[in-house]
Antibody, heavy 123, light 107 residues
Framework: EVHLVESGGGLVQPGGSLGLSCAASGFTFTTYWMTWVRQAPGKGLEWVTNINQDGREKYYVDSVKGRFTISRDNAKNSLYLQMNSLRAEDTAVYYC????????????????WGQGTLVTVSS | DIQMTQSPSTLSASVGDRVTITCRASQSISSWLAWYQQKPGKAPNLLIYKASNLESGVPSRFSGSGSGTEFTLTISSLQPDDFATYYCQQYNSYPLTFGGGTRVEIK
């Protein structure tokens, strides 16, 4: 069974840093793009970033460019999100998800998703 | 950026009702659209990809249609387990974007 488990969330002050991890199991991690999606309390879903199989290709939503860094360790079947210069508006549940597509000419949908980890940015 | 607009934002319906949710894209996205279901406190769950392809294991009462800028998610006969929030997502181009969600509540 495919399983994704996020960890690392918590309370951090504005301007601070936090690192999230996502442990993957039940599938061949090295063959999939991976993604982070977030959801502010009571709000909708926002795609944050994608990373390709070897970690060399990455995409970010404009609001986190230069502050967040996605990475992966294929030997550990793990995905990471390093978040710096955090702002109140970054407060959200952060989900990791496997990115799926049928061909390299297509974009990605997401399945499955982890249970999420809550990041709260507040003084 | 491609904006995704869902309507209605809230829908009240009864068990057995046929329910339709609309998702409109601000520009053509061909058929590059997915639908998700999210229950309170849980992660989203994929229902449909490429506008009309039902994900394995998803009940056949769910269906999707549309192309270009207008899409629909239909639940043919609403079941108690279907009361949830539904999101569309375009994957035509970056940034990947979601609709604002449609909450389906009990009438």
């Amino acid at each position: 069974e495919v399983h994704l488990v996020e960890s690392g969330g918590g309370l951090v002050q504005p301007g601070g840093s936090l690192g999230l991890s996502c442990a993957a199991s039940g599938f061949t991690f090295t063959t999939y793009w991976m993604t982070w999606v977030r959801q502010a309390p009571g709000k909708g879903l926002e795609w944050v970033t994608n990373i390709n199989q070897d970690g060399r290709e990455k995409y970010y939503v404009d609001s986190v460019k230069g502050r967040f860094t996605i990475s992966r360790d294929n030997a550990k079947n793990s995905l990471y999100l390093q978040m710096n210069s955090l702002r109140a508006e970054d407060t959200a549940v952060y989900y990791c998800a496997r990115a799926r597509r049928r061909s390299s000419s297509q974009g990605f949908w997401f399945d499955p998703w982890g249970q999420g980890t809550l990041v709260t940015v507040s003084s | 950026d491609i904006q995704m607009t869902q309507s209605p934002s809230t829908l009240s319906a009864s068990v057995g009702d046929r329910v339709t949710i609309t998702c409109r894209a601000s520009q053509s996205i061909s058929s590059w659209l997915a639908w998700y279901q999210q229950k309170p406190g849980k992660a989203p769950n994929l229902l449909i990809y490429k506008a009309s392809n039902l994900e394995s294991g998803v009940p056949s009462r769910f269906s999707g249609s549309g192309s270009g800028t207008e899409f629909t998610l239909t639940i043919s006969s609403l079941q108690p387990d279907d009361f949830a929030t539904y999101y569309c997502q375009q994957y035509n181009s970056y940034p990947l974007t979601f609709g604002g969600g449609t909450r389906v509540e009990i009438k």
